[in-house]
Protein backbone atom coordinates (compact mmCIF):
# COMPACT_ATOMS: atom_id res chain seq x y z
CA UNK A 1 0.00 0.00 0.00
CA UNK A 2 1.56 3.26 -1.25
CA UNK A 3 -0.18 6.93 -0.99
CA UNK A 4 2.33 8.66 -2.47
CA UNK A 5 1.49 10.52 -5.19
CA UNK A 6 2.68 9.82 -8.79
CA UNK A 7 4.99 12.79 -10.92
CA UNK A 8 1.20 13.43 -12.88
CA UNK A 9 -0.31 14.34 -9.68
CA UNK A 10 2.46 16.19 -7.94
CA UNK A 11 2.53 18.33 -10.82
CA UNK A 12 -1.23 19.19 -10.99
CA UNK A 13 -1.37 19.68 -7.25
CA UNK A 14 1.47 22.29 -7.47
CA UNK A 15 0.21 24.17 -9.88
CA UNK A 16 -3.36 23.86 -8.45
CA UNK A 17 -2.00 25.35 -5.49
CA UNK A 18 -0.61 28.15 -6.79
CA UNK A 19 -3.82 28.86 -8.87
CA UNK A 20 -5.72 28.30 -5.86
CA UNK A 21 -3.08 31.48 -4.47
CA UNK A 22 -3.10 33.10 -6.67
CA UNK A 23 -6.59 33.64 -8.47
CA UNK A 24 -8.94 32.05 -6.28
CA UNK A 25 -8.12 33.25 -2.77
CA UNK A 26 -8.19 36.45 -3.43
CA UNK A 27 -11.33 36.66 -4.83
CA UNK A 28 -13.17 34.33 -2.00
CA UNK A 29 -14.59 37.50 -0.46
CA UNK A 30 -16.02 39.41 -3.36
CA UNK A 31 -17.53 36.29 -4.77
CA UNK A 32 -19.16 35.24 -2.05
CA UNK A 33 -20.54 38.48 -1.22
CA UNK A 34 -21.62 39.10 -4.75
CA UNK A 35 -23.53 36.07 -4.91
CA UNK A 36 -25.45 36.58 -1.35
CA UNK A 37 -26.61 40.47 -2.29
CA UNK A 38 -27.84 39.75 -5.82
CA UNK A 39 -29.59 36.24 -4.90
CA UNK A 40 -30.89 36.96 -1.47
CA UNK A 41 -34.18 34.99 -1.52
CA UNK A 42 -35.92 31.58 -2.85
CA UNK A 43 -36.60 32.98 -5.79
CA UNK A 44 -34.18 30.95 -7.83
CA UNK A 45 -35.42 32.74 -11.12
CA UNK A 46 -33.93 36.10 -10.51
CA UNK A 47 -30.26 33.96 -9.56
CA UNK A 48 -27.73 34.96 -11.60
CA UNK A 49 -23.61 34.18 -12.85
CA UNK A 50 -20.80 35.91 -11.78
CA UNK A 51 -18.47 37.42 -14.30
CA UNK A 52 -16.05 36.92 -11.77
CA UNK A 53 -16.43 32.83 -11.26
CA UNK A 54 -17.00 32.52 -15.01
CA UNK A 55 -13.50 34.61 -15.33
CA UNK A 56 -11.45 32.20 -13.09
CA UNK A 57 -13.44 28.91 -14.57
CA UNK A 58 -12.04 29.98 -18.27
CA UNK A 59 -8.53 30.58 -16.98
CA UNK A 60 -8.75 27.34 -15.05
CA UNK A 61 -9.42 25.58 -17.85
CA UNK A 62 -6.87 27.31 -20.55
CA UNK A 63 -4.33 26.02 -18.02
CA UNK A 64 -4.91 22.46 -18.33
CA UNK A 65 -6.88 22.61 -14.97
CA UNK A 66 -10.04 21.35 -15.69
CA UNK A 67 -12.05 17.87 -15.04
CA UNK A 68 -9.69 16.66 -13.00
CA UNK A 69 -11.90 14.05 -11.46
CA UNK A 70 -12.84 12.21 -14.60
CA UNK A 71 -9.89 9.33 -14.99
CA UNK A 72 -9.72 9.32 -18.84
CA UNK A 73 -7.05 10.96 -20.53
CA UNK A 74 -8.76 12.65 -23.52
CA UNK A 75 -11.91 13.61 -21.26
CA UNK A 76 -10.35 14.25 -18.32
CA UNK A 77 -6.75 14.57 -16.96
CA UNK A 78 -6.53 10.83 -16.65
CA UNK A 79 -5.89 10.81 -12.98
CA UNK A 80 -6.89 8.03 -10.49
CA UNK A 81 -8.86 8.20 -8.00
CA UNK A 82 -5.79 8.20 -5.49
CA UNK A 83 -4.44 11.04 -7.19
CA UNK A 84 -7.37 13.10 -8.00
CA UNK A 85 -7.82 12.64 -3.57
CA UNK A 86 -4.94 15.66 -3.03
CA UNK A 87 -6.48 18.00 -5.84
CA UNK A 88 -9.99 17.59 -3.86
CA UNK A 89 -8.74 18.50 -0.62
CA UNK A 90 -6.84 21.81 -2.10
CA UNK A 91 -10.52 22.81 -4.10
CA UNK A 92 -12.17 22.33 -0.24
CA UNK A 93 -10.44 24.87 0.99
CA UNK A 94 -12.91 27.40 -0.58
CA UNK A 95 -16.38 26.11 -0.90
CA UNK A 96 -17.00 27.17 -4.48
CA UNK A 97 -13.90 26.31 -5.70
CA UNK A 98 -14.74 23.46 -7.20
CA UNK A 99 -16.88 24.87 -9.75
CA UNK A 100 -14.05 26.71 -11.14
CA UNK A 101 -12.61 23.56 -12.41
CA UNK A 102 -15.59 21.82 -13.01
CA UNK A 103 -15.19 19.61 -10.64
CA UNK A 104 -17.91 20.35 -8.75
CA UNK A 105 -21.46 18.17 -7.47
CA UNK A 106 -23.58 16.78 -8.71
CA UNK A 107 -22.32 16.97 -12.44
CA UNK A 108 -18.54 14.76 -11.51
CA UNK A 109 -21.29 12.23 -10.16
CA UNK A 110 -23.55 12.51 -13.13
CA UNK A 111 -20.92 13.04 -15.60
CA UNK A 112 -19.15 9.81 -14.54
CA UNK A 113 -22.95 8.01 -14.95
CA UNK A 114 -23.12 9.04 -18.41
CA UNK A 115 -19.29 8.60 -18.96
CA UNK A 116 -19.77 4.25 -17.70
CA UNK A 117 -23.30 3.93 -18.68
CA UNK A 118 -24.75 6.24 -20.94
CA UNK A 119 -25.29 5.56 -24.55
CA UNK A 120 -23.41 7.55 -27.66
CA UNK A 121 -26.18 9.77 -28.10
CA UNK A 122 -26.35 10.65 -24.22
CA UNK A 123 -22.95 11.23 -23.89
CA UNK A 124 -23.25 13.66 -27.05
CA UNK A 125 -26.01 15.53 -26.02
CA UNK A 126 -25.60 15.86 -22.16
CA UNK A 127 -22.11 14.41 -21.08
CA UNK A 128 -20.27 16.72 -24.01
CA UNK A 129 -21.70 19.99 -22.46
CA UNK A 130 -21.19 19.30 -19.50
CA UNK A 131 -17.56 18.53 -19.76
CA UNK A 132 -17.27 21.51 -21.37
CA UNK A 133 -18.90 23.71 -18.20
CA UNK A 134 -21.85 25.10 -20.50
CA UNK A 135 -24.42 23.61 -18.17
CA UNK A 136 -25.29 21.77 -15.46
CA UNK A 137 -26.75 18.73 -13.98
CA UNK A 138 -29.15 17.69 -11.17
CA UNK A 139 -30.03 14.38 -9.56
CA UNK A 140 -33.54 14.08 -8.41
CA UNK A 141 -33.43 10.77 -5.83
CA UNK A 142 -34.71 11.80 -2.49
CA UNK A 143 -37.99 12.37 -1.53
CA UNK A 144 -39.92 13.93 1.15
CA UNK A 145 -42.60 11.75 1.65
CA UNK A 146 -40.46 8.81 2.11
CA UNK A 147 -37.56 8.08 4.49
CA UNK A 148 -34.77 8.25 2.07
CA UNK A 149 -31.83 6.86 4.04
CA UNK A 150 -33.43 3.41 2.36
CA UNK A 151 -33.29 4.28 -1.59
CA UNK A 152 -35.93 1.21 -1.72
CA UNK A 153 -38.53 3.65 -0.40
CA UNK A 154 -38.61 5.32 -3.55
CA UNK A 155 -42.10 6.22 -4.65
CA UNK A 156 -41.51 8.07 -7.98
CA UNK A 157 -42.46 6.36 -10.85
CA UNK A 158 -40.86 5.27 -13.91
CA UNK A 159 -44.01 3.74 -16.75
CA UNK A 160 -43.33 2.46 -20.40
CA UNK A 161 -45.80 3.67 -22.42
CA UNK A 162 -44.91 2.19 -26.41
CA UNK A 163 -41.57 4.53 -27.03
CA UNK A 164 -41.71 7.04 -24.09
CA UNK A 165 -41.24 6.56 -20.56
CA UNK A 166 -44.17 8.32 -18.33
CA UNK A 167 -42.43 10.11 -15.48
CA UNK A 168 -44.98 10.75 -11.67
CA UNK A 169 -43.41 11.95 -8.12
CA UNK A 170 -42.18 14.80 -6.06
CA UNK A 171 -38.45 14.89 -5.55
CA UNK A 172 -36.40 17.56 -3.01
CA UNK A 173 -32.65 18.46 -1.80
CA UNK A 174 -31.97 18.49 -5.59
CA UNK A 175 -28.85 20.18 -5.78
CA UNK A 176 -28.00 22.74 -8.12
CA UNK A 177 -31.76 23.14 -9.45
CA UNK A 178 -31.71 26.56 -8.58
CA UNK A 179 -28.27 27.73 -11.20
CA UNK A 180 -29.53 29.41 -14.16
CA UNK A 181 -27.15 26.83 -16.53
CA UNK A 182 -29.01 23.52 -14.80
CA UNK A 183 -30.18 22.04 -17.97
CA UNK A 184 -30.99 18.09 -16.89
CA UNK A 185 -31.95 16.15 -14.38
CA UNK A 186 -30.98 11.95 -13.85
CA UNK A 187 -34.28 10.98 -12.52
CA UNK A 188 -34.52 7.79 -10.50
CA UNK A 189 -37.60 5.91 -9.78
CA UNK A 190 -39.31 2.59 -9.43
CA UNK A 191 -40.11 1.09 -12.70
CA UNK A 192 -39.70 -3.04 -12.03
CA UNK A 193 -42.20 -3.31 -8.51
CA UNK A 194 -42.16 -6.99 -9.18
CA UNK A 195 -38.44 -7.98 -9.40
CA UNK A 196 -36.23 -8.14 -6.52
CA UNK A 197 -35.38 -5.36 -4.08
CA UNK A 198 -32.44 -3.80 -5.80
CA UNK A 199 -33.76 -4.28 -9.28
CA UNK A 200 -36.69 -2.72 -9.14
CA UNK A 201 -35.22 1.00 -10.29
CA UNK A 202 -34.07 3.10 -12.98
CA UNK A 203 -32.49 6.24 -14.28
CA UNK A 204 -33.84 8.67 -16.91
CA UNK A 205 -32.63 11.84 -18.19
CA UNK A 206 -34.89 14.16 -18.31
CA UNK A 207 -34.62 18.06 -20.06
CA UNK A 208 -35.80 20.55 -16.96
CA UNK A 209 -37.44 22.24 -19.47
CA UNK A 210 -39.80 18.96 -20.64
CA UNK A 211 -43.68 19.91 -19.76
CA UNK A 212 -44.93 17.97 -16.35
CA UNK A 213 -41.99 19.58 -14.73
CA UNK A 214 -42.41 21.84 -12.16
CA UNK A 215 -39.59 23.20 -9.56
CA UNK A 216 -42.00 24.33 -6.14
CA UNK A 217 -39.32 25.68 -4.34
CA UNK A 218 -35.88 26.67 -2.96
CA UNK A 219 -34.99 24.97 0.42
CA UNK A 220 -33.25 26.27 3.12
CA UNK A 221 -29.78 25.23 4.79
CA UNK A 222 -29.12 25.89 7.90
CA UNK A 223 -30.73 28.97 6.84
CA UNK A 224 -28.60 29.70 3.78
CA UNK A 225 -30.29 29.71 0.12
CA UNK A 226 -26.57 28.41 -1.29
CA UNK A 227 -27.55 30.55 -4.37
CA UNK A 228 -26.86 30.39 -7.34
CA UNK A 229 -26.51 26.79 -6.55
CA UNK A 230 -29.66 25.66 -4.43
CA UNK A 231 -31.07 22.51 -3.50
CA UNK A 232 -34.81 22.82 -4.51
CA UNK A 233 -37.84 20.88 -4.52
CA UNK A 234 -39.40 19.49 -7.77
CA UNK A 235 -42.35 17.82 -8.93
CA UNK A 236 -43.12 15.18 -11.90
CA UNK A 237 -46.29 15.38 -13.31
CA UNK A 238 -46.94 13.06 -16.33
CA UNK A 239 -43.50 13.82 -17.83
CA UNK A 240 -42.99 12.27 -20.84
CA UNK A 241 -39.01 11.70 -22.53
CA UNK A 242 -38.30 9.06 -25.09
CA UNK A 243 -37.11 5.68 -24.11
CA UNK A 244 -34.01 6.60 -26.04
CA UNK A 245 -33.44 8.58 -22.14
CA UNK A 246 -33.33 5.62 -20.20
CA UNK A 247 -29.61 5.12 -18.66
CA UNK A 248 -28.73 1.39 -19.24
CA UNK A 249 -31.76 -0.79 -18.82
CA UNK A 250 -34.63 -0.64 -16.67
CA UNK A 251 -33.67 -2.01 -13.45
CA UNK A 252 -30.53 -0.88 -12.85
CA UNK A 253 -30.66 2.23 -11.35
CA UNK A 254 -29.38 0.80 -7.95
CA UNK A 255 -26.48 -0.80 -9.91
CA UNK A 256 -25.42 2.67 -11.92
CA UNK A 257 -26.07 4.01 -8.16
CA UNK A 258 -23.09 2.02 -6.74
CA UNK A 259 -20.84 3.00 -9.43
CA UNK A 260 -21.61 6.87 -9.20
CA UNK A 261 -21.29 7.12 -5.30
CA UNK A 262 -18.08 5.16 -4.60
CA UNK A 263 -15.82 7.84 -6.24
CA UNK A 264 -17.92 10.81 -5.36
CA UNK A 265 -17.28 9.97 -1.87
CA UNK A 266 -13.96 10.40 -1.93
CA UNK A 267 -14.12 13.35 -3.54
CA UNK A 268 -16.57 15.23 -0.47
CA UNK A 269 -14.61 13.51 1.94
CA UNK A 270 -11.46 14.63 0.44
CA UNK A 271 -13.13 18.47 0.21
CA UNK A 272 -14.08 18.54 3.77
CA UNK A 273 -10.41 17.30 4.82
CA UNK A 274 -9.21 20.41 2.85
CA UNK A 275 -11.98 22.57 4.90
CA UNK A 276 -10.44 21.40 7.79
CA UNK A 277 -7.24 22.10 6.83
CA UNK A 278 -8.17 25.56 6.47
CA UNK A 279 -10.45 25.57 9.82
CA UNK A 280 -7.21 24.59 11.70
CA UNK A 281 -4.55 27.14 10.12
CA UNK A 282 -7.12 29.69 10.95
CA UNK A 283 -7.91 28.90 14.48
CA UNK A 284 -3.60 28.67 15.09
CA UNK A 285 -3.27 32.20 13.88
CA UNK A 286 -6.35 33.45 15.77
CA UNK A 287 -4.93 31.59 18.71
CA UNK A 288 -1.41 33.73 18.47
CA UNK A 289 -3.21 36.56 17.57
CA UNK A 290 -5.54 37.08 20.03
CA UNK A 291 -4.79 37.64 24.03
CA UNK A 292 -7.03 37.52 26.61
CA UNK A 293 -5.83 37.41 30.28
CA UNK A 294 -2.70 38.16 29.73
CA UNK A 295 -1.97 35.15 27.53
CA UNK A 296 -2.53 34.63 23.53
CA UNK A 297 -5.50 32.58 23.03
CA UNK A 298 -3.48 29.14 22.34
CA UNK A 299 -2.07 29.02 26.09
CA UNK A 300 -5.38 29.44 27.68
CA UNK A 301 -8.65 27.18 28.69
CA UNK A 302 -6.63 23.93 26.58
CA UNK A 303 -7.08 25.18 23.02
CA UNK A 304 -3.25 23.85 22.59
CA UNK A 305 -4.36 20.39 23.37
CA UNK A 306 -7.69 20.87 21.12
CA UNK A 307 -5.67 22.08 18.56
CA UNK A 308 -3.16 18.56 18.52
CA UNK A 309 -6.34 16.46 18.26
CA UNK A 310 -7.63 18.38 15.43
CA UNK A 311 -4.08 17.51 14.07
CA UNK A 312 -4.53 14.23 15.17
CA UNK A 313 -8.25 13.40 13.50
CA UNK A 314 -7.55 15.45 10.25
CA UNK A 315 -4.28 13.34 9.65
CA UNK A 316 -6.24 10.01 10.26
CA UNK A 317 -9.01 11.39 8.23
CA UNK A 318 -7.29 11.61 5.30
CA UNK A 319 -5.38 8.19 5.68
CA UNK A 320 -8.38 6.39 5.87
CA UNK A 321 -10.15 8.08 2.72
CA UNK A 322 -6.50 7.59 0.58
CA UNK A 323 -7.39 3.88 1.56
CA UNK A 324 -10.62 4.13 0.37
CA UNK A 325 -9.27 5.56 -2.86
CA UNK A 326 -6.65 3.08 -3.24
CA UNK A 327 -9.00 0.19 -3.15
CA UNK A 328 -11.59 1.71 -5.32
CA UNK A 329 -8.55 1.99 -7.93
CA UNK A 330 -6.98 -0.99 -6.99
CA UNK A 331 -10.18 -3.89 -6.21
CA UNK A 332 -13.11 -2.12 -7.71
CA UNK A 333 -16.27 0.13 -5.62
CA UNK A 334 -17.82 -3.57 -4.23
CA UNK A 335 -14.47 -4.30 -2.64
CA UNK A 336 -14.28 -0.97 -1.03
CA UNK A 337 -17.82 -0.69 0.72
CA UNK A 338 -16.39 -0.89 4.26
CA UNK A 339 -13.54 1.83 3.46
CA UNK A 340 -16.39 3.96 1.83
CA UNK A 341 -18.67 3.48 4.38
CA UNK A 342 -16.58 4.46 7.35
CA UNK A 343 -14.79 7.35 5.58
CA UNK A 344 -18.59 8.74 4.93
CA UNK A 345 -19.35 8.62 8.96
CA UNK A 346 -15.09 9.78 10.37
CA UNK A 347 -14.37 12.36 8.09
CA UNK A 348 -17.89 14.91 8.33
CA UNK A 349 -18.12 14.40 11.85
CA UNK A 350 -14.06 14.92 11.54
CA UNK A 351 -14.61 18.46 10.12
CA UNK A 352 -17.92 19.35 12.31
CA UNK A 353 -15.54 19.29 15.14
CA UNK A 354 -12.59 21.03 14.01
CA UNK A 355 -14.73 23.65 12.62
CA UNK A 356 -16.45 23.94 16.10
CA UNK A 357 -13.31 24.02 17.83
CA UNK A 358 -12.39 27.13 15.40
CA UNK A 359 -15.39 28.75 15.91
CA UNK A 360 -14.61 28.72 19.37
CA UNK A 361 -11.28 30.16 19.43
CA UNK A 362 -12.65 33.43 16.91
CA UNK A 363 -15.60 34.04 19.32
CA UNK A 364 -18.42 36.18 17.89
CA UNK A 365 -16.27 36.13 14.71
CA UNK A 366 -16.34 32.54 13.84
CA UNK A 367 -20.24 32.69 13.49
CA UNK A 368 -20.45 35.57 11.03
CA UNK A 369 -19.51 35.62 7.16
CA UNK A 370 -16.32 37.49 7.87
CA UNK A 371 -14.66 33.91 8.18
CA UNK A 372 -15.84 30.73 5.93
CA UNK A 373 -15.79 28.33 9.36
CA UNK A 374 -20.00 28.79 10.35
CA UNK A 375 -20.17 27.51 6.86
CA UNK A 376 -17.52 24.71 7.03
CA UNK A 377 -19.92 23.61 9.86
CA UNK A 378 -22.96 23.62 8.32
CA UNK A 379 -21.71 21.64 5.27
CA UNK A 380 -19.89 19.37 7.88
CA UNK A 381 -23.72 18.94 9.21
CA UNK A 382 -25.27 18.38 5.52
CA UNK A 383 -22.98 15.57 4.68
CA UNK A 384 -23.72 13.88 7.51
CA UNK A 385 -26.69 13.25 5.43
CA UNK A 386 -26.41 14.41 1.79
CA UNK A 387 -24.96 10.83 0.92
CA UNK A 388 -26.87 8.86 3.53
CA UNK A 389 -27.10 8.80 7.48
CA UNK A 390 -24.38 7.96 9.36
CA UNK A 391 -26.38 5.70 11.11
CA UNK A 392 -26.97 3.91 6.78
CA UNK A 393 -22.88 3.46 6.63
CA UNK A 394 -22.54 2.64 10.31
CA UNK A 395 -24.81 -0.62 9.75
CA UNK A 396 -22.98 -1.42 6.35
CA UNK A 397 -19.42 -1.61 8.12
CA UNK A 398 -21.17 -3.28 11.08
CA UNK A 399 -22.50 -5.94 8.83
CA UNK A 400 -19.62 -6.58 6.37
CA UNK A 401 -17.69 -6.91 9.63
CA UNK A 402 -20.07 -9.47 11.30
CA UNK A 403 -19.81 -11.62 8.12
CA UNK A 404 -16.57 -12.22 8.32
CA UNK A 405 -17.19 -14.20 11.33
CA UNK A 406 -20.01 -16.20 9.48
CA UNK A 407 -20.17 -18.76 7.57
CA UNK A 408 -19.85 -18.30 3.96
CA UNK A 409 -23.20 -19.72 3.31
CA UNK A 410 -24.88 -17.85 5.89
CA UNK A 411 -23.14 -14.25 4.53
CA UNK A 412 -25.71 -11.89 2.63
Known sequence: MDFSHSSQCQDYL???????????????????????????????????????????KQKARQQGLWNLFLPDSELGQGLSCTDYAPLAEETGRVLFAPEIFNCNAPDTGNMEVLYHFGSEAQKKNWLTPLLAGDIRSVFCMTEPDVASSDATNMQATITQDGNELVLNGRKWWTTG??????????????????????????????????????????????????????HGEIEFNQVRVPRDNLIWDLGKGFAIAQGRLGPGRIHHCMRAIGAAERALELAVQRGLKRVAFGKPLVKLGGNAEKIAQARIMIDQARLLTLNAAWK????????????????????????????????????GAGVSDDFPLASY?????MLRLADGPDEVHLHMVARLEIAKHLPKETRS
Open 14 to 56: TRLKRFMADDVMPMERTIIDKNRALNPTGDWQSWSLLPEVEAL
Open 177 to 230: LGHPNAKVAIFMGLSNPEAVKHEQHSMVLVPLDTPGIEIKRMLTASGDYDAPYG
Open 328 to 363: IDTVGVKQAMTEISAIKVAVPNMLQQVADMAIQLHG
Open 377 to 381: AAAAR
